[in-house]
């Protein structure tokens, strides 16, 4: 019986010490092999422009009391933490409860023995009550993405992120050299909002403060693509963005806007099966609506 009781807590004691031995060696790896930071950060920058679809992925923009809060998104902070090498990065969830979602994220920098966790809650309520699992796991994909953003850019130095950042910044728009190319690009971003997110000239331009779409310039793009790019990765919805004052503050119901945010994302049926158990009156039509744009009957 001692023979038994011994080898049990020996096998339940295997997964730490390899997860242990994992860290050491790659601790050990890490500082036999350190980075180059020149190459790192010129291996990132390569990456983030390789075209202007890339580049536009890397940077999200957020309105936020009349001011637009802007910065590299989760997708830039991936490629920062694959060239900057010698770094471990997990991001979970960490609980569940009745009302929210806690994503825990933690990026390692094992050359220099840094490491930062971050934690970012969500919640998963609606009108109706709680999310259905599939909308749970949605939402808990969406805040892991956002906690691991946070995680690595508190650890990569904020100059190497900088400098990768605005070298995709200036990418962005594509090529604006004259005025014929500007017009076709501002164009395009507008067309781009009407066609896939059902965003009007007018909301557009009161967004940006503008009084004519002549007045939209290169940064006021940027400014734009980071929008769509943050509505397209879950952070804000097009409710939130453009429509604020149609809600009444006492009234606002964050999950509906949420739920039509996963709405205008969805790319098949099956994606918007997922989301029908959870649609409210204010997101009933635009289901319905996006469900015949698919091809549903």
Request: glycine letters at 4%; hydrophobic letters at 40%.
């Amino acid at each position: 019986m001692e023979d038994l009781n011994e080898l049990t807590v020996e096998q339940s004691t295997i997964p730490i010490n390899k997860e242990e031995g994992a860290i050491n060696a790659q601790v050990a790896t890490a500082h036999a092999y350190p980075r180059d930071i020149k190459r790192s950060l010129n291996n990132a920058i390569a990456t983030a422009t390789m075209d202007e679809e890339t580049a536009q992925t890397c940077n999200y923009s957020l309105p936020r009391g009349g001011k637009t809060i802007s910065g590299p998104s989760v997708h830039l902070a991936k490629i920062i933490a694959q060239t900057w090498g010698n770094m471990r990065v997990e991001a979970s969830i960490s609980s569940i409860d009745s009302g929210t979602i806690t994503s825990q994220a933690v990026a390692f920098d094992l050359e220099n023995n840094l490491a930062i966790k971050i934690e970012v809650k969500r919640s998963i309520m609606t009108k109706k009550g709680r999310m259905n699992d599939d909308m749970i796991t949605v939402t808990g994909n969406a805040a892991n993405a956002i906690a691991m953003r946070n995680a690595i850019l508190s650890v990569v130095p904020k100059a190497i992120v900088d400098k990768v950042y605005n070298a995709a910044k200036a990418l962005i728009t594509g090529d604006i050299s004259d005025e014929a190319k500007m017009i076709k690009r501002r164009d395009d971003v507008f067309s781009m909002f009407s066609d896939k997110l059902s965003v009007t000239e007018q909301e557009l331009l009161t967004l940006m403060g503008k009084p004519k779409k002549d007045n939209i310039d290169k940064d006021d793009l940027v400014t734009l693509i980071g929008v769509a790019q943050a509505i397209k990765d879950g952070d804000t919805t097009v409710e939130q963005t453009f429509r604020p004052k149609r809600n009444n503050p006492s009234q606002k119901d964050e999950e509906s806007e949420r739920v039509s945010s996963f709405i205008e994302k969805a790319e098949t049926l099956d994606d918007l099966e997922m989301l029908k158990d959870n649609l409210t009156p204010e997101t009933e039509l635009a289901w319905k609506a996006k469900w015949i744009k698919l091809g549903g009957e």
